[in-house]
């Protein structure tokens, strides 16, 4: 006899007087990370094996691997639910563990009854976990005392968990990262509007900048009056109109006088048009790009997607910049080493999908040395870049798979609907930063949260400074 859980509402056990010698229950169960770092949180067992991908690549197993004890808690919720089920009470268990279980790895979890004592209503159940492909991870033996009446009880709602993997004090850990930097002068472009102005004063109060206000003056002065903002201590320089104010912040920060700027209530195409300009100096060989600097509870580390507001379609030799500018601004937030992941729909080169064979140049490119900082892999589709199970059910092996710093989107469509899609139903926190000029330029949504302009005011004061001893 054989039984398989299901998703019935109710649990219904097996008593002594029913079980019969070779009846066993089964029931299968995919690893995902998120049970590995559940399971560590729940029994404090913080090995590195378990929990950090760099460290368990320098390991036998070269890659995360579930705890022994996380399998032997699936053998516990078969003799719990299923045979004998409600009522068992647990004697001894001696396990076997025979082979790692990793990430992606589906295991049949079975107990088989071998032995009944009428004396003490003593069950023993052979246990066994089989992988995906037929090999034993996990065998022993438990002894249980089996219910002695029949009990039907449906299952009980238990809360929803949903792991923080980065906690919440994200935005508290980055300002006291950028702290000892010291603040940086930022022109902050035409912030007439409660929003923008409001960030950069903010900025100024958390230790960050010293803002530099440019726009014109009695517009400015209006909105700090009707928000009750002060402008006490602020630096203001007077122009007509946005178009001006976005030609004189160029002109700063091509002169050294404003070492990042910051778009306010401005078009972002008016605000690049004259960084970009010939006479602003602030153009450097790569191609200019944005970055999205993610982080969210379902990845256990910050991420960049990039291009989603710059580049519309980009050539393969503008995303061999994209793909530059990311590498660096992973490097200054302190990844030595980023994994980049070349995103497309499918993780296999395609001749009629155009995102699979730049992928695929790129890739080469940096096997060329064209490339360099980070390692490539791709193309990937997004769930193989960013989840371990993903690219193991797939026979995806790479350093990359999984385990990605970088996101790189086919186009400004598709990374700007992927960004968004992360941040208001993903839950993650953000930060906008564009690189390849010779400063950063902060560039935020006005629909941005508080928390995401500070940080990317943060972000921005990191790339400034390591600007001061590497400029671009």
């Not at 019969?20 to 998120?34: F, P």
């Not at 009056?225 to 007509?240: F, R």
Request: glycine share 8%; with cysteine.
């Amino acid at each position: 006899m054989s039984n398989r859980e299901t998703r019935a509402p109710m649990l219904r056990n097996r008593t002594f007087d029913e079980i019969t010698i070779g009846e066993s229950a089964a029931v299968e169960r995919t690893l995902m990370l998120e049970d590995i770092q559940l399971f560590a949180l729940l029994s404090g067992d913080l090995n590195p094996q378990h929990i950090d991908p760099d460290f368990a690549a320098t390991t036998p197993y070269q890659e995360i691997v579930a705890h022994g004890m996380w399998g032997a808690s699936l053998l516990s919720g078969v003799l719990g639910n299923q045979l004998p089920g409600p009522g068992t009470v647990y004697r001894s268990q001696a396990l076997r563990f025979l082979a790692p279980i990793r990430v992606g790895d589906r295991l049949t979890v079975q107990v088989t009854v071998t032995a009944k004592d009428p004396a003490t209503r003593h069950v023993t159940l052979a246990c066994a976990c089989i992988d995906q492909q037929g090999k034993a991870v996990i065998e022993g033996e438990a002894v249980v005392i089996a219910p002695g009446q029949r009990i039907e009880r449906a299952r009980a709602a238990l809360p929803e968990i949903r792991l923080d993997v980065h906690g919440r004090d994200g935005l508290r850990n980055l300002l006291e990262w950028v702290a000892p930097k010291g603040r940086i002068r930022v022109g902050v472009v035409h912030p007439c509007d409660d929003v923008s102005l409001s960030a950069a004063l903010e900025a100024q109060d958390a230790g960050l900048i010293e803002p530099i206000l440019i726009a014109p003056r009695n517009k400015l002065a209006a909105v700090a009056a009707e928000h009750g903002l002060s402008l006490d201590g602020c630096t203001v320089i007077d122009v007509p109109h946005s178009h001006a104010a976005a030609a004189e912040a160029a002109a700063l920060a091509g002169k050294g006088e404003v070492e990042a700027l910051m778009k306010g209530s401005l078009h972002t195409d008016e605000l690049m048009a004259a960084i970009v300009s010939p006479s602003a100096g602030l153009r450097t060989k790569r191609r200019i790009s944005h970055c999205f600097l993610l982080h969210t509870p379902a990845y256990p580390r910050p991420f960049i997607v990039t291009d989603a507001a710059v580049n519309i379609a980009p050539t393969l030799k503008e995303k061999a910049d994209i793909v530059r500018n990311a590498i660096g601004l992973a490097q200054v937030i302190g990844v030595a080493e980023p994994k980049v992941a070349i995103l497309a729909a499918v993780e296999t080169i395609n001749g009629d999908m155009p995102a699979t064979l730049d992928a695929a140049a790129l890739c080469k490119m940096a096997d060329r040395g064209q490339i360099t900082g980070g390692i490539l892999d791709g193309p990937l589709a997004f769930d193989n870049a960013v989840s371990i199970a993903a690219a193991h059910i797939k026979g995806i092996r790479s350093p990359v798979a999984g385990q990605a710093d970088v996101l790189v989107v086919p186009d400004l469509e598709s990374g700007n609907m992927l960004a968004k899609q992360l941040i208001y139903l993903g839950g993650a926190s953000s930060a906008g930063i564009v690189l390849g000029a010779r400063v950063p330029v902060i560039l935020t949504s006005r629909a941005d949260s508080r928390e995401s302009r500070i940080a990317s005011y943060a972000i921005a004061v990191a790339v400034a400074h390591h600007f001061r001893a590497t400029p671009p």
